[in-house]
């Protein structure tokens, strides 16, 4: 029996501006048929079946995880939500404390929720080759043989030959990303790999080493997983309570390598060669994606000329490039990047500066997602608001009035049903209402399929803020 | 007595997506307070008053150059419409024709719409040498002293010095665009000057040399003036009818410069130190506008990182640029320019390209010019399309109806009269209308302000072509 953990707490900045805190890389359509989460259950379907597969992400992007898992019967009650990222360590402890109840002497695969691995079938054929290993007691970590001097990534050093495991390895030396010329002279002497982040062990050995290696961490387990609760609509995820969030957060942030990996004795070193890419930022986009015969990764409304060696990736406006050579270009509806390829690590420090600077696009894109649904401002001006709102089947948003502002809505897509001043209304696409200041009101899609409206909002204060809410599904009363 | 003929019929395709077919260079806001057209105008007003200020344009950008030039009192009945652009010969003599009318010995100088000239009162100044060069009856061009070897204009070689005109030269040699090697020589050799399209002449002379070296648009300059006709409503600047039409687009398309300043013998050069620039490619922006102190010329909403050398004009939307070097970025709502800042004339041939290609970017930007106004398209799908209309004053839209659309109005500005199926309603900010499919309607701005209005359309076929006009004022019916 084999039990999948998938990380998906990343915050992604280096993929802004298509990745912002509220959608993050593992999120977005970067590479293959679906989102990097998606791609990566599907990759372990085969071997896994989708009740065995769990997963942990920050609560900002739970119910997001949930819709983006829904089409493969991916049940909600095994994503456990974190209130706060404290790297792996404790995300992988209680996931293993959880799986402890179902079976102690599972084997638990740990894997990034965001990676691209371009031979799905040989991945799985080491996984179960690690998973052999794992059921020997080791903690088994996959190694990429690296085909170049990355500083950018952790090297492991392979020992000698286990004999009770062919094709694994023990492990000589656990480094963290290595200077350029460390990295170079692990190149020059082989023997070295990339650490990856994909693990498996038993979940009873890997408790073990966790009570022995990070013993505070072990001792709040059971207590934290007595504060595990339902979310009460919708998706019902596992989240923390109030108790349980307090405890969360002062747990030590500490990676599974550095409090587990490198002070274990039982390390095993699978080497596997998977066609591996972390899409670390955009320039990896050239590793991952096709590129037309001047070496050009370019989305379908793109008109290059006479560009060689770039990344350019837009949505519905047109872009026309000329004579670029190793430029990245990301357009989205609100924010637009350019950037020399060779300096796309950059991004991460622009994103940071953006929030110093307090700009919302370092955090919110165009479209923000809402526990109901998401809204888009289609245009913003001093005394009006243009918005598009979708509304997922079966929600509703809070019963609010609005102080300043009036709101046109008209339905362009699905039906709605309107409380308005205590009358209730239903509304089929092409019918339109208005919402008064100060009227109580509450917008809900009891239908099977996805509400959109278009909202004119019309004050002299124009304002997120400007909202009385009277009761709302999502607790934000 | 001097009169100012300003030739605005430039396509400007150089400056796209800025500029569009339907918004060229000349009506755009590049350097200084106003769009260049209207800084060309500024920049003679205290040496020509307005009532002398004749303007010559494609009768595609006629009604919005009037409405540029409204604040300066411009009289619209002197600007005349081009059915066709013939080049500057056939605008000069009709503008010449039309001005002899009332005062052959006029002198009479002409200007390009869309240059720059940075030091605007020894531009003055010389005007006045010109004309007093003018007045002893010689074709009075100015002349730039070159700065560089440039390919892109055309130059003419100072002869010796005029004995009736002092600072006046006679003209060696005018010379088309030369190539690289040539351009070099004559900056070598000295006394070349750039031809920057500006002349001055006396009415009377220029006709006649019209007689004698463009003989057939002579011929036809009395016939052409007489099918000129006004413009029935808003502005009334001139046109010409049916068969003036058909006259005009009959003519030879020639140069003022080939046609007759390089085959006259009364030509003469007056050298013009004025800081002048013809802008005519996105490369031209770091000569006229302000650089940072990494040599970058930004606008507000950018935010450069590590960037030199580079051109980024953004609008709304942020714009994050990194270790950019010469690069020029150029943001519309619709059309975005990712361009190597030393290819910048490609910008035309993509241009052509992006036409041949049929995209609708290569014509019309976001926000489409109407005769009553504009349209700005805010979102398209399939099945509905989100609209701001803004209503000229006193204008009205036609009469109409839609056979596979509904829409929905919300007006956010202004005040609005709206006829239905033969009912009047009068609708304020923040009030709305149901126009249904096939309703006869029709949208009005009776008031002093400018109206502005929300339009959600919807329908199974979505479809500027999808318009049946019952009445119109600007005869599209």
Redesign the interface.
Known sequence: MMYGVILAGGSGTRF??KSREQVPKQLLKICGKGTLVQNTVERLLPLIPIENIFLVTNALHALETCRQMDAFGFLPSQLLAEPVGKNTAPAIALAARILAEENPDAIMAVFPADHVVQDPENFRRILEQGKEVAEKDYLVTLGIPPSRAETGYGYIKKGSPLEEAPKAFAVEQFMEKPDAQTAESCIQDGGYFWNCGVFLWKVSVLLDEIKTHLPDLYNRLDSIVSHTVENKRTFHYRLLDEKGKELYESLASISIDYGILEKSRRVALVPANIQWNDVGAWNALEEVLEKDANGNVVTENV?P??CSGSI?Q?ED?????????D?V?V?T????????K???Q??K??VG??KT?N?S?ATLGATVQKPWGSYTV??K?A??L?K?LDVYSGEQLSLQSHNHR?E?W?V??GSAEIILNGKQFVLQ??E?I?IPKYAKHRLSNPSDTLLTL?E?Q?GDRIDEDDIVRYQDDYDRV
């Open positions: 802004w501006p008109v000329m006479d350019i837009g406006r047109l872009i026309a490039a000329i004579g670029l050579k430029v270009v357009d509806p609100d924010a637009l990047l350019v950037c020399d060779n300096q796309a950059k991004v420090k622009l500066k953006l600077e700009r696009e289609l245009e001006k005394n009006y243009v598009r009036t046109h008209t362009v897509a696409r092409d339109s208005f278009i004119v019309i």
